[in-house]
């Protein structure tokens, strides 16, 4: 009897998590990237000879990816060396304005009090309790439920949990929230800035997004080595399960059979027959038609006024002086509601942008040679119009000067000792089709940006959705759920496909 054969179209965290599932449990797994290496946006580029990551930098929410290589007969710890963050990120205002977070609240208490004054201190005691429970309140609920409805989302939580839904605000901005808790600007700048972790705007998505900074105060992790080793792990592990990747292989289109999915097409040429369909692209790459006419109609797609903040991003190699970055440091805009108004209003680049810079090579503030060259990834938030505006150099070279002297007034001086690697939104949009350059899928907008998001079924059958523009969105550890909600999809529907037909399944029914 045949095994079910199962393609995945690309090895983000979504398609790599559903590959690892799906072949520990018995399917057939072919996986198409189109890229040379596994990863999607958790990439690396070659700086001065010594690969950097330029993607995601904030490892958090490990519990997701414990169990995930657990149930694959290893473990994180046996694949990957990781160090836990003391300091989650070292924050600056005007030169000499410093702010550092750490992983234990009660530091951050105490240094928030000697920043800002016991009121401040009392707020983020509150922000911190309020989080927690905003993110107890929808683990289970939301995240990890297969695309649930707001009907769903009351029958879940039960009677019960109505209080505790009404309590996180969900028709406030998470402005609006951070006001409540924080009167001095600078700490209702630094706690908004979590909506942005989702690509959104702090002005726009609701108050619930303060559940991302309860994720970080459970742990922020480093992966020695870089982010891109997590995805390199994934792949080795689901290879071992006998999944078959191929890189350099573009999907070109999604074969349909009598209103089902029945194979795809490799580069125009090769056509491979499968029995489901994992898509991990944008989904908006389905319905644009990048997968053909008949997957088309199997997503209705993203308008452009929903799509989620794009980035330019430099990765370097370079030494610095004159200020102590940490692991991430973030170096604010006197205005953040300019910098959003010039990227979701006038769609453009910010003019007085805040900068994130990830050192690569520090662990905590610590742990580099200052007579050395180190990594730098700098990255400012941008609109994702990549596909209808061309950033040209003129353009990118007059942000890149705005950028690092934004920096130097801030007192951070970078000497560079390679020229730097650059990535606009118009990259983005070709590394990630028919996305206009968003890295996060749709933004979390308004309460109901959330039941927006695809599920994991689509509305072809055998057409599976998998990564950061469908449930439960974007960030690393919610593509991964993505990822491993559409394989059981696929197991509990290949179950029950069996019990009609009798015939032997992976797993031996
Ligand atoms: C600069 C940056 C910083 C970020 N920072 C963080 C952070 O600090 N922490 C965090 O948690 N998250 C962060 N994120 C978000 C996080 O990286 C993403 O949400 C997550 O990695 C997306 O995974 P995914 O499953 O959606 O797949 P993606 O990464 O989107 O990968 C999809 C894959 O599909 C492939 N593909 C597409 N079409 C085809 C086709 N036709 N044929 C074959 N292959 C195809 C693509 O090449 C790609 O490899 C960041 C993202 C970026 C870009």
């Not at 890189?247 to 125009?268: C, F, K, N, P």
């Not at 610590?366 to 990834?377: I, K, N, T, Y």
């Not at 007192?411 to 939104?425: A, D, E, F």
Request: proline share 5%; aromatic share 8%.
């Amino acid at each position: 009897m045949r095994t079910a054969r199962i393609a995945v179209i690309g090895a983000g965290m979504g398609g790599l998590a559903a590959a690892l599932d799906l072949s520990r449990s018995g399917f057939e797994v072919l996986l198409f990237e189109q890229a040379a290496a596994p990863g999607g946006k958790m990439r690396e580029v070659d700086v001065g000879g010594r690969a950097t990551d330029a993607g995601p930098t904030v490892f958090t929410m490990r519990g997701v990816f414990d169990a995930l290589f657990d149930d694959a007969g290893s473990s994180l710890e046996r694949e990957l060396t990781l160090t836990r963050a003391n300091v989650l990120a070292r924050h600056t205002w005007r030169p000499g304005e410093c702010l550092d977070l750490f992983a234990d609240p009660a530091r951050s208490e105490t240094a928030i009090e000697a920043f800002a004054g016991a009121r401040e201190a009392q707020g983020f005691a509150r922000f911190v309790a309020h989080a927690r429970r905003i993110y107890s309140t929808l683990e289970k609920s939301f995240i990890q439920a297969a695309r649930p409805s707001p009907l769903d989302l009351i029958r879940r939580v039960g009677l019960k949990g109505l209080g505790d839904l009404w309590d996180i605000q969900p028709f406030a901005s998470l402005w609006q929230a951070t006001g409540g808790y924080f009167r001095d600007p600078r700490l209702q700048q630094l706690f908004g800035r979590y909506a942005t972790y989702c690509g959104s705007s702090p002005f726009l998505a609701p108050a619930t997004l303060m559940l991302v900074a309860h994720v970080e105060q459970a742990g922020v992790w480093y992966i020695h080595g870089g982010m891109h080793r997590l995805a390199v792990a994934m792949s080795g592990l689901a290879q071992r399960h006998g999944a078959v990747l191929r890189y350099g292989a573009a999907v070109t289109q999604i074969l349909v059979h009598h209103g089902r999915v029945s194979g795809v097409e490799i580069d125009g040429k090769e056509r491979i027959a499968v029995d489901a369909i994992v898509c991990n692209a944008d989904s908006n790459a389905l319905a644009a038609g990048l997968f053909g006419a008949s997957a088309a109609r199997s997503s209705p797609g993203t308008p452009p006024a929903w799509r989620s903040l794009s980035a330019v991003t430099w990765n370097l190699s370079a030494k610095t002086a004159g200020f102590d970055l940490a692991h991430h440091s973030v170096f604010f805009s006197a205005d953040y509601r300019a910098e959003f108004d010039d990227i979701y209003r006038r769609r453009r680049l910010p003019t007085s942008p805040t900068i994130y810079v990830c050192a690569q090579d520090r662990i905590d503030a610590g742990g580099v040679d200052p007579e050395q060259a180190e990594r730098l990834f700098c990255l400012v938030n941008a609109p994702a119009i990549g596909d209808t505006h061309l950033f040209d150099t003129a353009e990118i070279a007059q942000c890149e000067a705005r950028v690092f002297g934004q920096l130097e007034k801030s007192g951070l001086s970078i000497h560079r000792r390679s020229s730097p690697v650059t990535s606009t939104p118009s990259n983005f949009h070709r590394l990630f089709p028919a996305t206009g350059g968003a890295l996060y899928g749709q933004a979390s907008h308004g309460w109901q940006a959330s039941f927006r998001r695809a599920g994991s079924r689509s509305a072809l059958p055998g057409l599976y959705l998998a990564g950061g523009s469908s449930h439960p969105g974007p960030g690393v550890p919610m593509a991964a759920t993505s990822g491993r909600l559409a394989a059981a999809c696929i197991i509990a529907d290949r179950a029950s496909i069996a019990r009609f037909r009798p015939v032997a399944m992976p797993g031996g029914t």
